[in-house]
């Protein structure tokens, strides 16, 4: 799930700059310095003795490429060999931007949290928009596998929304709708009791983008 056709290891980093309320990260998200830290070497050094069946790793968040040293972090995972996926929110487009440009990234899965006008609600945040779009046009046009996907979370997002979404990526590659899943510790509470649309709402919804992507999934 986490690197399409590979077996993986997946790193997560800590601290974001969205407060999306039904994330289920909370710790990762808020309290990053309560969870245990783990040094790029003692990574590296568990990765080599896997090297054998681990040939991809996914970076993922919290946000990735708000950490410091996520760069050279990178160029010791391609230097082993490992194929790398980066996994964000596309608020940080000059880092999305570098790592393109050298070349250090194998797949990148970019979360669309919502329409424009919808963003700072999903968020939680007053969202930088100019940003995401760049990020979306940097994916975009780059030669890397890439995705963009979009928690469909009831009662915020309506079909109508994600026809706005489809506008705004119209003509990328691949779209995945993440199935809603209330599980782990969520950044508010209130969104463990809301239940998942049906499997048929979804399937209506990728239905109707059909038109704007190459390719549109459903991931449970
Ligand atoms: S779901 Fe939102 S708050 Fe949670 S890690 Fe992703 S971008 Fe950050």
Not at 4 to 21: A, D, L
Not at 176 to 193: H, I, K, S
Not at 196 to 207: D, E, H, K, R, S
Request: contains cysteine.
């Amino acid at each position: 799930m986490d690197f399409p056709s590979e077996v993986c290891t997946t790193v997560f980093y800590g601290g974001c700059n969205f407060r999306c309320p039904w994330c289920h990260n909370a710790d990762l998200v808020l309290r990053p310095f309560t969870l245990p830290e783990i040094s790029p070497d003692e990574v590296l050094n568990l990765l080599s003795r896997r090297r054998s069946w681990v040939q991809a790793v996914c970076i993922t968040g919290g946000e990735p490429t708000l950490a410091p040293g996520l760069e050279e972090f990178i160029l010791s995972l391609k230097s082993c060999g490992f194929k790398v996926k980066l996994d964000t929110n596309g608020t940080q487009p000059e880092v999305l931007a570098r790592l393109l440009a050298g070349g250090l990234l194998d797949y990148v899965a970019m979360d669309v949290k919502a329409p424009p006008e919808k963003y700072n609600l999903l968020t939680g945040t007053r969202a930088d928009l100019e940003a995401v779009r760049e990020s979306i046009a940097l994916i975009k046009n780059s030669r890397v596998a890439y995705e963009f996907r979009t928690t469909v979370v009831p009662g915020l997002l309506l079909e109508e929304d994600f026809l706005a979404i489809g506008r705004l990526l119209r003509g990328a590659r691949r779209y995945v709708l993440q199935q809603y899943r209330p599980a782990g510790t969520l950044l508010d509470g209130n969104f463990r009791d809301i239940l998942p649309y049906p499997g048929a709402t979804l399937n209506n919804i990728a239905q109707k983008l059909q038109p704007f992507f190459a390719n549109v999934e459903i991931r449970i």
